[in-house]
């Protein structure tokens, strides 16, 4: 019978295996590489900007994020950058996307890592030199069974 | 040369908004991470890609370590005039490869 | 008529439980790994379809001959082909897997250096030549020599394996659908390989994914390619008979 105490007992053995992860970037770390992409004078604010991406994940190492920014794209008014970044990967930055009112929509999707569960902010920069973004909470789960 | 899939849609209408999307084979390796033998595997990552439609850019990107193994990404442009979608990813190491695909836009 | 026979096979490969409560690991998967292995597009398997279906035309070995070159076009040819492996090959009348099959075509009929295990080369020709099953019901031959096998790795798959002293059937029968470190137990049918798996962030067969369910228990795994290793994957293609291939399919 599957003896619960030995299941019990394997969770932790199978967590141990899982690789050790190397050090991670901090709040500060992220803080001056959202500055670098902002440059002087640049000030953030909150909306427009919407992440899309599971709040829990099976496993870091492949993450869909997809980005949507609410602007019209026209050649007055559009979305010139994309910036995301992370608290606790081992580097704070992600992806920097370069559009324009070319792309029709502000719209991206990709696939990330995260090395644990942390916060992961978006960063649109505008073609007026305002910047809008969201931020969010992600949860990784550990995968069991992992090769020791 | 590395795998590459892509999705373009063979024909569109001109003004509307289509969507890209671009997978390739690579390992994204992070310069983090041990090897079998114990030391720091060098970073060997993709660090731009870029779309461009009969030479003019619309879409590129520059991608760090986070982004995940054979790197995938899927954007917007408008359909203007008939002609050619080349799309590039350059790296570390000399990576460097270039595909194309024909698009047809009709009125 | 076809389908009683249908549903003879599955109460025959089923012992345990009735074949609506089988379940591919892609059920127990979260909606965004799903999306990625369903679509083709978005599916980084593919890659190594590709790259698979580059090299079923390229000439290899002293007889300088393709995979092609013998068998045509793969989509006729091998359709239907790994839903059926291991199989015996009949001129060593043992049995292999389609990785161990393929190799046998590159030793014996191009008389080229077989692709090792779970090289790339190996792997994306197997992705290849699985993929031509996508959507298939896996029916294991009807021989006795592999019903022999399934037996034997029946046995295996029960057998107290390793420090912890557990069996496959107990986390993938008795505790299917609980949760262990975060993640769900899946039934363990062999569906997708090779497939993506997102911890390896690349390719791998069955035998591979099978060395960490074993290392996980802290026991030898089995070593691929063995006697043990081919009899427990007949004996989980035969507890999945019925169930559709999914190569390249993708797991956490």
Not at chain 3, 5 to 11: G, T
Not at chain 3, 109 to 121: D, G, I, K, L, V
Request: charged content about 20%; proline content about 7%; aromatic content about 4%.
């Amino acid at each position: 019978m599957p003896s619960r105490r030995a299941m019990l007992a394997a969770a932790p053995a199978l967590l141990a295996l899982s690789a050790t992860r190397p050090a991670s970037a901090t709040p500060a770390t992220m803080r001056d590489a959202i500055a670098a992409f902002l440059g002087e004078g640049g000030t953030l604010r909150e909306g427009r900007v919407a992440i899309d991406i599971p709040p829990l994940v099976e496993n870091g190492n492949t993450v869909p994020i997809a980005i949507t920014v609410e602007s019209p794209m026209t050649p007055q008014d559009h979305v010139q950058r994309i910036g995301v970044f992370t608290e606790r990967n081992p580097l704070p930055q992600v992806i920097v996307a370069h559009l324009g009112p070319r792309a029709g929509r502000a719209a991206i999707t990709t696939r990330m890592r995260l090395a644990t569960s942390q916060r992961i902010i978006a960063i649109a920069a505008m073609s007026d030199g305002s910047f809008w973004s969201e931020s969010t909470e992600v949860v990784v789960t550990l995968a069991a069974c992992v090769e020791g | 040369m590395a795998r590459v899939i892509l999705q373009v849609p063979a024909t569109a209408v001109r003004g509307s908004v289509i969507e890209l999307r671009a997978l390739i084979q690579h390992p994204m390796e992070t310069g983090f991470r041990p090897g079998s033998s114990g030391e720091v595997l060098p970073r060997d990552i993709i660090r731009r890609f870029a779309c461009a439609w009969d030479g003019e850019e619309v879409f590129s990107a520059e991608l760090h370590p986070a982004i995940a193994a054979n790197p995938y990404l899927a954007f917007t442009t408008i359909a203007t005039e008939s002609g050619t979608l080349t799309f590039t990813w350059k790296g570390d190491n000399g990576f460097a490869q270039t595909e194309t695909r024909r698009i047809t836009v009709t009125p | 008529m076809r389908a009683a026979v249908l549903a003879a096979l599955l109460l025959a490969a089923m012992p345990a439980a009735g074949a609506e409560e089988r379940r591919s690991g892609f059920a127990d998967m979260s909606a965004a790994t799903q999306a990625m292995q369903a679509d083709d597009a978005a599916n980084p398997g593919m890659l190594w379809v590709l790259d698979g279906e580059g090299r079923w035309s390229r000439k290899a070995g002293r007889t300088e001959r393709s995979c092609a070159d013998c068998h045509g076009e793969a989509a006729a040819s091998m359709r239907g082909v790994a839903a059926r492996y291991p199989a015996i090959d009949a001129e060593r009348g043992e049995a292999v897997d389609l990785a161990g099959r393929i190799a046998l075509c590159q030793t014996r009929h191009q008389e080229a250096t077989p692709a090792p295990r779970e090289s790339e080369a190996s792997l994306a020709l197997t992705a290849f030549v699985a993929h031509q099953s996508r959507g298939l019901p896996i029916a294991p031959p009807d021989d006795p020599r592999i019903a022999l096998l399934q037996a034997e790795g029946a046995a295996l798959y029960r057998m107290r394996r390793g420090q912890l002293n557990l069996s496959c059937a107990q986390c993938h029968d008795d505790n299917a659908g609980r949760r262990l470190a975060g993640s769900v137990i899946p039934q363990g049918h062999p569906t997708g390989y090779p497939l993506y798996r997102l911890e390896w962030q690349g390719l791998g067969s069955l035998q591979r994914r099978l060395r960490g369910c074993t290392t996980g228990v802290r026991a030898e795994s089995f070593a691929p390619g063995s006697h043990d290793a081919i009899a427990l994957e007949a004996y989980l293609m035969s507890r999945a008979a019925g169930m559709p291939v999914e190569t390249p399919a993708v797991r956490p």
